[in-house]
């Protein structure tokens, strides 16, 4: 199981700790130091929806100021490949899944 995100997010760290006092062994990728490129980002959106994966709500998308661009599907993608930081966090690669953001529920149901 590979964990992608950073460590300062309140939501990777909710995972990180559920994994931890269940003993869920993980490989933790994080953002700020390996780039997650575009071939990456289309393996995952054959799993998961853009609007699932693409982060409109977090502080990088309001300094890009990128609402005013009206962006499609493709160009999205595109963000997301040159600006890791607009992932939704954490993408979580378990067996042939790709889970996105943190939920206790979802979790306790695949890896439990």
Same mark, same amino acid.
């Given at each position: 199981? =590979?964990?992608? @995100?950073? =460590?300062?997010? @309140?939501?990777? $760290?909710?995972?990180?700790?559920? /994994?931890?006092?269940? !003993?869920? !062994?993980? +490989?933790? *990728?994080?953002?700020?130091?390996? !780039?997650? @490129?575009?071939? %990456? ?12 994966? /693409?982060?409109? %709500? @977090?502080?990088?998308? $309001?300094?890009? %100021? ?16 040159? &600006?890791?930081?607009? *992932? =939704? $966090?954490?993408? *979580? &690669?378990? +067996? ?9 529920? &979802?979790? #306790? #149901?695949? /890896?439990?």
């Amino acid at each position: 199981m =590979k964990v992608y @995100g950073i =460590k300062t997010c @309140g939501s990777v $760290r909710k995972a990180i700790k559920f /994994f931890k006092e269940n !003993q869920i !062994q993980y +490989d933790f *990728i994080d953002f700020k130091k390996e !780039q997650i @490129g575009i071939k %990456k980002i289309e393996e995952w959106l054959e799993k998961v929806s853009i609007d699932k994966l /693409f982060n409109n %709500k @977090g502080t990088k998308y $309001r300094t890009l %100021k990128l609402k005013e661009l009206n962006l499609d599907d493709n160009e999205k993608k595109e963000w997301l490949a040159k &600006e890791n930081m607009l *992932i =939704k $966090r954490p993408v *979580i &690669e378990y +067996d042939e899944n790709v889970i996105v953001a943190y939920d206790v529920e &979802e979790y #306790r #149901r695949l /890896f439990l």
